[in-house]
């Protein structure tokens, strides 16, 4: 009964509180197939059949955080780190271009090696004609950085805010604050950027409660995106042992975050993927209208292991590219 009410009153647009939420994410059986549908009718009648392609460049595996979670954290004394130079990364963002993308991520570890200065002129020359949206991913920095980003020219920002449970944020990502983390993102929508936020599902110690909080926060913060993505344990982590996060829950958060942002970009996220060998079918089947496929070059994309095996780690660009247009075509969607 409760999760058909609280069906009912996402199908008329009514705000959910934090239990219908509950009840959403609870749904097994046909009541899941049911919630999954709603999501599909949703994404198809605020975004329609496109799918929007968004490359993705890892410009640099350093980082100076130590989240328990993360193959990256500066601890893992086994990774092999790299960056890309200025030179280096411009190159491969024209590639990018030229492959036919209209956005490209630059993403990195907290990587204080890239000074503003050096990122802003990256920015500006990948911006050139103006004909590619620059989305970054490179973690906190102070407001005049952020400025001096938008002002050469970056569109958007994704800031996962990982968990809302302020304990566990704590906890596994020591040194580290929420609340910083959310003004961050709050800065960055000031600037003018689109901003993008996310979390993990399924970390240790997290709580239906506090994944229902999530989805509440990110419509609280007016995220443009929103990536979600299964915690799949690092083997060179604390957490390594850990089971890994359920790809059912996934997906169901997924489709209420459909539900309550019915026009916010929805990537069918690599860790899915990565969990499963239908992942990106299935998450574009409730609710997801973006993909964000892997351009890094092939000689770094395999040292960039937040997670282990994670998938299109061993396909080149273009054939990355390909297999995943054709899984768009094959599900009679478009790509943008
Ligand atoms: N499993 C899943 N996602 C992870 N991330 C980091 N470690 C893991 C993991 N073990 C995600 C975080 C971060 C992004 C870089 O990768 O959400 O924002
Ligand atoms: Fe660094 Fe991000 Fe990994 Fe944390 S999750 S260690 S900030 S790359």
């Known amino acids: 009964m409760s999760f058909k009410s609280a069906l009912m009153k996402a199908k008329q647009g009514e705000e959910l509180c934090k239990k219908d939420i509950m009840y959403l994410l609870s749904a097994d059986g046909r009541e899941q197939k049911t919630l999954f549908g709603l999501a599909d009718e ?12 968004r490359g993705i460049i890892e410009f640099s595996n350093c980082c100076r955080r130590d989240c328990y979670y993360c193959g990256l954290r500066c601890s893992n004394d086994k990774v092999e780190r790299y960056r890309m130079e200025e030179d280096e990364l411009i190159e491969a963002t024209v590639g990018v271009k030229e492959i036919g993308f209209y956005t490209v991520v630059l ?13 802003s002129r990256v920015i500006k020359a990948v911006k050139g004609d103006g004909s590619i949206a620059v989305t970054l991913s490179i973690g906190e920095r102070i407001e005049k950085e952020y400025r001096l980003f938008k002002d050469a020219g970056a569109d958007r920002f994704l800031l996962k805010h990982e968990t809302s449970d302020e304990k566990l944020f704590k906890r596994l990502r020591r040194g580290m604050e929420l609340k ?40 609280k913060l007016e995220v443009d995106m929103v990536g979600i993505g299964p915690f799949i344990p690092h083997p060179d982590t604390p957490l390594g042992c ?18 309550v942002l019915p026009k916010a970009n929805l990537p069918a996220t690599t860790a899915i993927a990565t969990l499963h060998q239908s992942g990106y079918e299935l998450a574009l089947n409730c609710g997801a209208n973006v993909i964000m496929p892997n351009l890094t ?12 095996n994670k998938k299109g780690s061993d396909l080149e660009a273009a054939k990355l590219t390909q297999k995943i247009l054709d899984i768009i075509n094959s599900m009679g969607r478009k790509a943008s």
């Open 42 to 53: 949703m994404r198809y009648k605020n975004c329609g059949d496109v799918v929007h392609l």
């Open 107 to 119: 993403q990195s570890g907290e990587d204080s090696y890239y000074s503003a200065e050096m990122l």
């Open 180 to 219: 910083e983390r959310l003004e961050c993102l709050k800065i960055l929508k000031r600037l003018g950027y689109e901003i993008g936020s996310g979390n993990i599902v399924g970390l240790p110690g997290q709580t239906l409660e506090s994944i229902a909080e999530d989805i509440l926060l990110f419509q």
């Open 242 to 259: 850990c089971a890994r996060g359920s790809l059912e829950l996934t997906l169901k958060v997924l489709a209420v975050t459909r539900l």
């Open 297 to 308: 070059p092939m000689k770094f994309k395999n040292k960039y292991q937040i997670y282990p």
